[in-house]
């Protein structure tokens, strides 16, 4: 099992209309504590985990780069995979199956990852599923982390 984790929306906050070309933006937005612990227990684990994450400019790629180092130092340089706005998650990835997770707030980032065959997770924050449009698995940025865990398990269980 792998986890690919996006930030904006997920491992942050995501902040309509913020000042994102703006300098240290992605470094100072205020982050979902409940996934960082979650994404710590499964660190204890020996999961291997990636940060999967866009930046809109080379201000907010050293800014989110900063933070992620800071947030979880143990992170490999190498399990970070940052790229472009315009370009798609799945390009930056080898082969992938079932076994690897991506757990993003953005619904045609997941439905991508199913096309290769990837297992998407939605994150519900506050202010995404305004629709109800996504049918598929999820998790809520507001639940304890041990059971976000238990959930994320589950999830790769059933597919087994
Ligand atoms: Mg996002």
């Not at 809109?56 to 790629?61: G, M, W």
Request: proline residues 4%.
């Amino acid at each position: 099992m792998k986890l690919y984790w996006d930030m904006d929306g997920v491992i942050n906050h995501f902040i309509k209309d913020g000042d994102y070309l703006r300098e240290g933006y992605f470094y100072g937005l205020p982050v979902h504590e409940e996934i960082k612990k979650t994404i710590d227990i499964f660190n204890e684990e020996k999961v291997e985990q990636f940060i999967l994450s866009k930046y809109p400019n080379k201000t907010a790629y050293f800014d989110k780069m900063k933070s992620i180092m800071e947030l979880f130092p143990w992170f490999k340089r190498k399990n970070i995979i940052l790229l472009p706005y315009e370009d798609d998650k799945t390009k930056y990835v080898g082969r992938i199956d079932k076994n690897d997770i991506l757990i993003d707030d953005f619904t045609p980032n997941l439905v991508e990852w199913q096309e290769i065959g990837g297992t998407p997770i939605k994150c519900i924050n506050k202010i995404n599923n305004t629709t109800g449009r996504w049918k598929g698995d999820f998790i809520d940025v507001g639940t304890n982390p041990y059971d976000i865990v238990k959930k994320i398990v589950g999830i790769i269980e059933r597919r087994l």
